[in-house]
T-cell receptor, first 112, second 111 residues
Framework: DVKVTQSSRYLVKRTGEKVFLECVQDMDHENMFWYRQDPGLGLRLIYFSYDVKMKEKGDIPEGYSVSREKKERFSLILESASTNQTSMYLC???????????FGPGTRLLVL | GENVEQHPSTLSVQEGDSAVIKCTYSDSASNYFPWYKQELGKRPQLIIDIRSNVGEKKDQRIAVTLNKTAKHFSLHITETQPEDSAVYFCAASKDGNQFYFGTGTSLTVIP
């Protein structure tokens, strides 16, 4: 069974704080993704990575950065959190040979 | 970029009836169309997918149809059960990395 885990289920941060969201997968998947999910907007891709140290912007990368130092771990960084970044953040991974994405449980971030 | 529209946003059906959710897409290069089910408080899970070289795919009570000419695809759930109640998302991709999701359909199956 593919397992994708995220470091926190709930997180409360202050405006201006630096925030790290961690995602780990245990299936040796090459591709990893970060989405945010907002009511009425569905899932929107922030960044994805197809290999260690490689990253590509998705639809809404502004205000975010990512880090992939190890194959199993993909981090999303909010350099200076703002209230409009309050959202549910979902990580996903997939094997290079398939198109099926496996999602983590999500991190609900509240920025005050 | 791609634009995926999904309708309806909410759907209520009686147990045993069928449910249909429709999505349209704009980029004719999109060639992979997954459907995800997200139960309350849980992660999205793939329930069925279809590729552009196939017109229809079935898996027990779930089916997906694709009309490439019209650029739309639909999810069909027959003999609905209360455990089918969830939010359903469609998506489209042409490269397996950039996925564009619909805005979701909240399905309620009334016992």
């Amino acid at each position: 069974d593919v397992k994708v885990t995220q470091s926190s289920r709930y997180l409360v941060k202050r405006t201006g704080e630096k925030v790290f969201l961690e995602c780990v997968q245990d299936m040796d998947h090459e591709n990893m993704f970060w989405y945010r999910q907002d009511p009425g907007l569905g899932l929107r891709l922030i960044y994805f990575s197809y290999d260690v140290k490689m990253k590509e912007k998705g639809d809404i990368p502004e205000g975010y950065s990512v880090s992939r130092e190890k194959k199993e771990r993909f981090s999303l960084i909010l350099e200076s959190a703002s209230t409009n970044q309050t959202s549910m953040y979902l990580c996903a991974s997939r094997s290079q040979g398939t198109e099926t994405q496996y999602f983590g449980p999500g991190t609900r971030l509240l920025v005050l | 970029g791609e634009n995926v529209e999904q309708h309806p946003s909410t759907l209520s059906v009686q147990e045993g009836d069928s449910a249909v959710i429709k999505c349209t897409y704009s980029d004719s290069a999109s060639n992979y169309f997954p459907w995800y089910k997200q139960e309350l408080g849980k992660r999205p899970q793939l329930i069925i997918d279809i590729r552009s070289n196939v017109g229809e795919k079935k898996d027990q009570r779930i089916a997906v149809t694709l009309n490439k000419t019209a650029k739309h695809f639909s999810l069909h759930i027959t003999e609905t059960q209360p455990e089918d109640s969830a939010v359903y998302f469609c998506a489209a991709s042409k490269d397996g990395n950039q996925f564009y999701f619909g805005t979701g359909t909240s399905l309620t199956v009334i016992p």
